[in-house]
């Protein structure tokens, strides 16, 4: 079995920064891509950035220039740092794994930001 836990999330206010992690364990041995998205309420899951197995980067217009994602392979982890964060960044965020060996697509529970004074 995969799993992935996600930490990091947390109360801000409006200009703060925050680092989110997601590490996978399990039976998971090669991973392609990684990537976070995010859930606000009322609203559809939406991607934030994503990371490729050469590490080019990419991201939603909403959070170039704040956000950066990042990995580690050796702990096979998965990184958001969120600068300058705004209260439209208020959302559930997920990281997600694309893996080769065990193939498919895994999911993290969710961890809560809130940006609010």
């Known amino acids: 079995q995969v799993q992935l836990v996600e930490s990091g999330g947390g109360l801000v206010q409006p200009g703060g920064s925050l680092r989110l992690s997601c590490a996978a364990s399990?039976?998971?041995?090669?991973?392609?891509?990684m990537a976070w998205y995010r859930q606000a309420p009322g609203k559809q899951r939406e991607s934030v950035a994503v990371?490729?197995?050469?590490?080019?980067?990419s991201y939603a217009d909403s959070v170039k220039g704040r956000f950066t994602i990042s990995r580690d392979n050796a702990k096979n982890t998965v990184y958001l740092q969120m600068n300058n964060l705004k209260p439209d960044d208020t959302a559930v965020y997920y990281c997600?794994?694309?893996?080769?060996?065990?193939?498919?697509?895994?999911w993290g529970q969710g961890t809560q930001v809130t940006v609010s004074s």
């Open positions: 399990g039976s998971i041995f090669s991973i392609d891509a």
């Open positions: 990371i490729t197995g050469d590490s080019s980067t």
């Open positions: 997600k794994v694309v893996a080769r060996v065990p193939g498919g697509v895994y």
